[in-house]
């Protein structure tokens, strides 16, 4: 009877009406994610072939004038000229160095020889590092440029000094981060956890409200009342774990034909202080190890929302209402969310469960960088979810015997 019962509302979720749609427009969504908009992103890293052919023309103007006239020499400003120790700017060399630095990598790209090409860029970053760091258009609209700045440069350097180390063939894919498993962890660390979770919510949010229709034949049903709450949140949480698993494996697998899979071994840059902002700030974790860790907690955070909803479900006996109570306890954190927020309601954020929804950028310490502060850690990210389930589990077997079969389904 359990089987037949969980294979049923299994089935049900699967062929709803509210179901079919949702899973056609999240799967256009995903392609359109896969084949659109993450292969043509535009990031700091992403090579301009025009923007390096103006700025070859540009250097190549400016050295032809300075050789006819003469100036190929030491360029002195007004304060140099009088000084004691004469400085000079060596413009003219300066310029013929980046004219075959960047002849190099326009030549390299063309060719697709991006080993090469990654080689002229690391070595121009760590020569030059105020192209991110002097860079007033890069997170220009952040409370912390600067900070988010260095940032964003030792993570580039970490991750390309990683990629030259490995001894990895380096592709257009590997190098600008398109492959299938970079594509599955800068989509969980960009709040891909959001997005699954809100689907999970969708989901579950009509499995007793839907009921209502069909009374006199539910009540007759051989099955205790929490029982009967157990069986459909273990049918959604099934459910929910295998459209998860769908879209990760679909979105990888059309990442995986236009770019390469990718490497397991791949270093990920973590912060693991807040104290210097140097790079004896950040260590690595490997390509598994992150998404393991990731992907482990996924499930624990599917059936806090499955038993979640069927809390709101016995209360409000309306699936609208569920999925926005739902949507509005996961994305909470969002109303109140900003830089300087280390505290709510007097107690250190990291007490609260949904610091942790966008688990995400637990694992490298993104979360803790953007907060400034270390108390955001992995353990205790899991022991939260935990007590939180626990607590959820706790108020759903109180509420099952206030609000029980005949009462749910009788009341108007």
């Not at 580039?156 to 030259?164: F, H, R, V």
Request: proline share 3%; charged share 20%.
């Amino acid at each position: 009877m359990n089987r037949n019962y969980l294979k049923h509302e299994f089935l049900i979720t699967a062929r709803s009406r509210r179901t079919i749609p949702f899973v056609f427009f999240i799967t256009v969504l995903l392609f359109s994610y896969c084949l659109i908009l993450w292969p043509y992103a535009n990031t700091k890293e992403a090579f301009n072939k025009k923007e390096t052919e103006d700025y070859l023309t540009y250097l190549g103007d400016q050295q032809k004038l300075r050789e006819s006239i003469g100036n190929t020499g030491l360029v002195y400003n007004r304060r140099s000229i009088h000084s004691y120790y004469q400085r000079g700017n060596p413009v003219y060399a300066t310029n013929a160095h980046n004219y075959d630095l960047f002849s190099g990598m326009l030549q390299s790209f063309e060719d697709r020889n991006f080993e090469r090409m990654l080689q002229l860029r690391v070595f121009h970053l760590q020569n030059n590092p105020g192209e991110y760091l002097e860079d007033r258009f890069l997170f220009q609209k952040a409370p912390f440029p600067s900070k988010d700045r260095e940032h964003a440069y030792q993570q580039t350097m970490m991750k390309y000094e990683d990629y030259l180390t490995k001894g990895h063939p380096i592709t257009f894919g590997l190098m600008y981060e398109k492959t299938g498993l970079q594509t599955l962890q800068n989509f969980l660390q960009n709040y891909g956890m959001y997005f699954l979770l809100f689907c999970v919510i969708y989901f579950s949010s009509d499995i007793l409200s839907r009921d209502r229709k069909y009374q006199a034949v539910l009540q007759g049903l051989p099955l205790s009342w929490y029982r009967q709450l157990n069986l459909k949140s273990l049918s959604a949480f099934l459910y929910s774990m295998a459209f998860i698993l769908s879209v990760i494996v679909v979105g990888m697998l059309v990442m995986t034909m236009q770019f390469g899979f990718g490497y397991f071994d791949l270093n990920v840059p973590i912060m693991i202080k807040q104290q210097t902002f140097t790079p004896e700030d950040y260590s690595v974790i490997s390509m598994a190890a992150y998404l393991g860790k990731t992907l482990v907690v996924l499930p624990l955070l599917v059936i806090l929302f499955v038993r979640l909803n069927i809390v709101l479900s016995l209360i409000f006996k309306n699936e609208w209402i569920v999925l926005f109570i739902s949507s509005l306890l996961l994305f909470s954190e969002r109303l109140y969310f900003t830089r300087s927020t280390r505290e709510l309601f007097g107690k250190d954020i990291s007490l609260f469960p949904q610091t942790y929804f966008d688990f995400g950028k637990i694992i490298d310490g993104e979360k803790n960088f953007l907060l400034n502060t270390e108390t955001i850690t992995y353990a205790k990210g899991i022991i939260v979810l935990l007590i939180t389930y626990l607590v959820i589990e706790v108020i759903l077997f109180i509420v099952s015997l206030i609000i029980n079969k005949r009462r749910f389904y009788l009341a108007s």
